[in-house]
Structures are given as C-alpha cells and as structure tokens.
C-alpha cells in the first residue's frame, strides 16, 4: 500500500513568483522568506516522495463566481497554467497521478463527499508556486490537485474541512500502490487584501494554530468561518487547506521545519513541514 510521509504547508503570494523569476532570492525584503524553505529543500531530498496530494484554492483560473465548487479533484494526466496577470512565468505542466486521483474520487463518493470530478484543469499560483518553492529545480513528483473552495461563500467549514482530509488520506492509504505521497496545503495565513481591514494580520492566532497542526490538529475546528475571517482576514481562511493535509497524515507528526515571516505583500507567511510518525 502507498505511505504518507508526511505534510507541507506554505504561503503562496503572487509576489513570489515574481520574486523567483527576477532572482531576488537574496534581497533583504525576501531573504528570509526563501531562507526558510533550506531545511524543507534537505528533508525531501532525504524521504524523496513520488506523488504530492495538494489542496489549493483557486483563484479565477480555472473556476469562477459563476460556478464555484466546494470540493473538486483533478483526473487529468497533465496540469496546465496559465497567464493569471501577475506577471509570472508560466511553467511546463505538471503530470497528473491519474490513478490515485479516481481513488480518492471513489473513496469521497463513498464517504458521501459531493466533490466536482476535473479530467481537464488548469492550476493557478496556488500550486505552481509551492511546487517550485519546494523543488526549486523542478518538480519531480506526480500531482492530484484539490480544490477547495474559499473565495465564493458559503465556504465549507472548518470541521468538514478536516473530513475531506481525513477521508483523502485514508483513500492514500489503501492505495495498492508502494509510492510515497506527501501531502501539501497552500495559502494563508493570516491577510486580508481588500476593505476596511486592508493589510490585517494576525501573528498571535497563526502561530496558535501552526502549533496546534503538531500537538492538537482539530482545534481550528471549532470556529465558524465567520470566526476565522474575523481572526485571520478575508483571505486569511486559506488556513482551510493547512487544516485538510494535517487531517490527511493520520496519527501523530514531527515537526522537522517551520517558519514565519511578516510581511510578504501585506501577507502572513507561513511554513511548516511535518513527518508521519
């Protein structure tokens, strides 16, 4: 059967693909922002994973407000991107886990998850800036995007949030394959870019709960979305996908690496790569 290896969650501001593509790795503004992947660059050359799992958002790429699902995974053999308008390069695609997809489509159909099933979909910077963040060199894994929604409410909650993880990594885990699989969560934490409350962050509530993902994974759970705008910001509920891939690593984790940087565009940057135990 595949094994879980672990879980990475990062940040995924615009920014830093422009940042990546003018090679301002070394500038003070972004040094220790990259810096902070070093460590997490070591652990995956050590535990090398064959398929990465991420849970993203999109961001009007490849859904818009006018049909928006709340859960949707990828079935393609290939994932394209495109010109977002942010000016960042747009990368080869990135080569699906066809087979590990339709698993976990029928594993959530079976634990009566409504999801939409994608055998065409374009990724946005939500995944192509971790994966290269992560694999600065290229990406060396196969992929199964989901999406979650958290742009057009109502939003899924926190709790069936940690559900859909929970059930994704239990469909990882009985997959007859022996692949590795890390999963990733991207976005957050805590920011919010437009309103009254333009450029608020909330360092005190994100390090509780990069804590939390370590020693205590369901305490988001017990905030509405409501109060998780109101504690992180409009955009800051992006935390969503850090809560499904803690959920997906079953049991306890290590924590080998985070960081936290403020600020990156008006953003809460964050990191964290955590081992199964």
Not at 100 to 125: A, G, P, Y
């Amino acid at each position: 059967m595949a094994k879980i290896i672990g879980g990475l969650t990062t940040s995924h501001v615009p920014a830093i693909g422009g940042a990546l593509a003018r090679g301002a790795q070394q500038e003070p503004y972004w040094k220790p922002f990259f810096d902070g992947y070093l460590p997490v660059h070591r652990w995956l050359e050590d535990v090398r994973p064959d398929v990465a799992v991420v849970f993203y958002n999109d961001h009007g790429l490849n859904f818009f407000l006018d049909k928006m699902p709340t859960f949707a995974v990828g079935a393609a053999p290939e994932y394209h991107n495109a010109d977002e308008g942010w000016g960042i390069p747009t990368l080869p695609p990135f080569k699906g886990e066809t087979g590990l997809s339709w698993h976990i489509i029928e594993h959530l159909v079976d634990r009566e998850f409504d999801i939409t099933t994608c055998q065409e979909m374009l990724v946005d910077h939500a995944v192509t800036l971790p994966l290269k963040l992560f694999w600065p060199e290229g990406c060396p894994v196969t992929i199964v995007p989901i999406c979650i929604n958290t742009v057009q409410f109502p939003l899924p909650s926190a709790k069936r949030c940690f559900a859909l993880g929970q059930a994704v990594g239990e469909a990882v885990a009985n997959w007859d394959s022996d692949k590795r699989v890390v999963v990733i969560g991207t976005g957050g934490l805590s920011h919010q870019l437009d309103g009254e409350r333009a450029g608020f962050m909330n360092k005190r509530f994100d390090l509780k709960f990069m804590d939390s993902l370590v020693s205590d994974p369901e305490w988001a759970t017990q905030y509405s979305i409501h109060e998780l705008v109101e504690k992180t910001g409009t955009q800051g509920v992006e935390l969503l996908m850090w809560l499904a891939t803690r959920a997906a690593v079953p049991g306890a984790v290590r924590k080998v690496h985070a960081n936290y940087h403020i600020p990156i565009s008006n953003t809460a940057t964050g990191l964290m790569a955590l081992e199964a135990i």
